[in-house]
């Protein structure tokens, strides 16, 4: 009996359980304690494998809602440890244009000049479920058969994203660099 107290002890100590039951002492009463504990091990998120997008005047094609356009795409992968579907949500940081083609999110050049662009998301190689992220205040929903439950089943990644030029425009000839920090925002549904 011995042995198999002191193994639970370690096992205890090396697993982060405190153990901190009481034994109770000789005498007519006789009163000890113990601590149950329950660990769900709950549910978390993460979204892996972004990349910084460079889009310039020789860029290629990349698939947006609106079809290939000139622009930078890339692939990146959610995890979700409970294996289920995710709702992820994009946000500029400096919020969206207001132009005739549409209120697309804005890249910033050092003089405060601006620059719309559209960022597209959606599951790799499934066309309806690519959102544009400036038009679609829900965000997307990613199904849990394109998550994975651990980060190194990501792979190339099962999502993918795309920036382009608002409404499909060539890039504007000149020194301008226009940056743009976007912030994706993952939640368990």
Do not use: H, W
Request: a neutral charge.
């Amino acid at each position: 009996m011995r042995k198999f107290k002191l193994a639970f002890l370690a096992l205890a100590a090396v697993s982060g359980i405190a153990a901190a039951a009481t034994q109770g002492t000789l005498g007519a009463t006789s009163t000890g304690s113990f601590t149950n504990t329950f660990n769900s091990n709950p549910r978390q998120v993460q979204v892996l494998g972004l990349q910084d997008a460079l889009v310039t005047p020789n860029s290629g094609n990349a698939y947006t809602k609106y079809g290939f356009l000139p622009g930078a795409q890339d692939q990146y992968c959610v995890v979700d440890t409970g294996g289920g579907s995710v709702k992820l949500t994009f946000t500029s940081a400096n919020g969206k244009g207001s132009s005739s083609a549409g209120n697309g999110l804005l890249a910033k050049a050092a003089d405060g000049s601006t620059l719309e662009y559209v960022l597209s998301t959606g599951v790799q190689g499934d066309a309806n479920s690519v959102v544009d992220t400036s038009l679609d205040t829900t965000g997307l929903t990613v199904p849990a058969a394109s998550t994975v439950t651990a980060a190194s089943s990501c792979g190339a990644g099962a999502l993918m994203k795309s920036i382009v030029v608002q409404g499909g425009a060539a890039l504007p000839v000149g020194t301008k660099i226009y940056t743009d920090t976007v912030t994706v925002v993952a939640t368990p549904i």
